[in-house]
C-alpha cells in the first residue's frame, strides 16, 4: 500500500480527523475476510489504526487475512444476528460496511436471502453502532442503483432504477444509513463503487467479476466465456481508488460528509472487448473469447460521475485502469496460487 500513502501525502484535500478524535482510531470491517474488506484492512493497519474484522466466511476467505492475522481480531460471525452486531461494534469508533452478499444472478435465484443479508443485517449494524456509540459508518453502495438509465456519466441525483434484488437491496442499506444519518442518529456515509477490481478478487465460480477471471483465462490458456457482444462499458476501478474514498468518507469533518452519497469509480468509460486487449497486452497473451446470450439483469453501460464525490470527500481517482490493471498483473506474478483454482466459466462485466 506504499502508493496509496504516496497519494495521500500529495494530495491537497487530505484526512481531517474531527474533534475529539486522534489520528489513528478503531474500525470495524465488516466483510473483511473479502475482496474490499481484506485490502481495506491493510491499509488501515499500515496507517496505525486498530482493526476488528467481522466475517461469516459465505463469500470471503480466512486466507486472505493469514499475513495480518496476528495484527487484527477476527470475529466469524453473521450480522444478521443482532448479537454479533453488538459484540462486534462494542469499542469502536469508525465502522466501514463492506460486508454484502454479492451478485445480480444470485439475488435472482434466492432474493430473500439477498434481502436478509444485505438489508436485515445492515439495519442490525446500524443499531448495534448506534447503542455502542460508534462516530459513524461508511457503507459500501452499488452503482447497480441506477440500473440501466441510457444516461452517462451516473449522476446521484438520478432515480434510482435497480433491475436486480441485489440492486435493490444495496439501495435500502444505502438509504437505511442515510437516513439514520439525517436523522442524527449516527454519523454515516455512502460509497457507490463502480467495478472494483483489484489483488485477492476471486476469480473463480459461477459469479465471477470478469477482470480476474480474464487473468486466469490468460495465465492458463483457456477460452474466456463472456455475456453479451463485448461492447457493454463499465467504469473499472482499481481497489485502491476505494480504499481513498473509503478513508475519506471517515475522515472528512461531520458536516461536509456526513448524510451524502457519492459516486466512487475511475471516471472512464471501458468496453468489455477493450478491457480484454488491455489485459492481453499487459500479460503478453491472447485471450480467446466465447461469447454467449446476454445475462438477465445486467446493465449496459455504466460510467460514474465524480463532481459530488471531489466537492463532498475530495475525491480524485488516484489509480488509472491502465496502471490498475498493470499493478494487478505485478502482484499476480508474484501470487500465482491466486489463480489456481479450475474453471473461470462465462462472466458478464462486474
Not at 463503487?193 to 487473468?215: C, E, I, K, S, T
Request: hydrophobic letters at 40%; one cysteine or more; proline letters at 7%.
Amino acid at each position: 500500500m506504499r502508493g496509496l500513502r504516496e497519494v495521500y501525502a500529495r494530495t491537497s484535500v487530505g484526512f481531517h480527523y474531527p474533534a475529539g478524535m486522534s489520528s489513528s482510531f478503531r474500525a470495524l470491517v465488516t466483510g473483511g475476510a473479502g475482496f474490499i474488506g481484506c485490502n481495506l484492512a491493510r491499509h488501515l493497519l499500515s496507517g496505525g489504526h486498530t482493526v476488528r474484522v467481522v466475517d461469516n466466511l459465505s463469500t470471503g476467505f480466512r486466507t486472505n487475512l493469514d499475513e495480518i492475522a496476528d495484527e487484527i481480531e477476527f470475529r466469524e460471525g453473521d450480522l444478521r444476528d443482532p448479537a454479533t452486531c453488538a459484540r462486534a461494534t462494542t469499542g469502536i469508533d469508525v465502522v466501514f460496511h463492506v460486508a454484502a452478499l454479492p451478485s445480480v444472478p444470485r439475488s435472482l435465484v434466492d432474493p430473500i436471502a439477498c434481502h436478509e443479508n444485505n438489508v436485515t443485517a445492515t439495519i442490525n449494524l446500524l443499531q448495534a453502532a448506534r447503542e455502542s456509540g460508534v462516530r459513524r459508518i461508511v457503507y459500501s453502495a452499488s452503482s447497480s442503483a441506477y440500473g440501466d438509465t441510457p444516461t452517462l456519466p451516473k449522476v446521484e441525483s438520478m432515480e434510482p432504477l435497480p433491475r436486480s434484488p441485489y440492486a435493490a437491496a444495496k439501495l435500502a442499506g444505502e438509504l437505511y444509513t442515510l437516513a439514520y444519518a439525517r436523522a442524527g442518529l449516527i454519523e454515516g456515509v455512502a460509497l457507490r463503487y463502480f467495478n472494483v477490481f483489484g489483488p485477492r478478487q476471486d476469480p473463480n465460480g459461477p459469479y465471477a467479476a470478469v477482470v480476474p477471471a480474464l487473468f486466469s483465462a490468460a495465465m492458463r490458456g483457456v477460452p474466456m466465456g463472456i455475456y453479451g457482444d463485448g461492447l457493454q462499458t463499465r467504469d473499472f476501478t482499481y481497489v485502491d481508488n476505494v480504499i481513498h474514498a473509503n478513508m475519506l468518507a471517515a475522515t472528512q469533518p461531520a458536516e461536509r460528509a456526513t448524510g451524502w452519497m457519492v459516486n466512487v469509480g475511475a471516471g472512464t468509460r471501458t468496453s468489455l472487448l477493450d478491457l480484454v486487449r488491455l489485459v492481453s497486452q499487459v500479460t503478453g497473451r491472447e485471450i480467446e473469447l466465447l461469447h454467449r446470450p446476454p445475462r438477465a439483469g445486467d446493465v449496459r453501460d455504466s460510467l460514474a460521475s465524480l463532481e459530488r464525490a471531489k466537492a463532498v470527500l475530495g475525491y480524485e481517482p488516484p489509480v488509472s485502469l491502465p496502471e490498475g490493471i498493470t499493478r494487478l498483473w505485478s502482484w499476480l506474478q508474484e501470487h500465482p496460487e491466486a489463480l489456481s483454482a479450475p474453471g473461470a466459466g462465462s462472466v458478464a462485466p462486474r
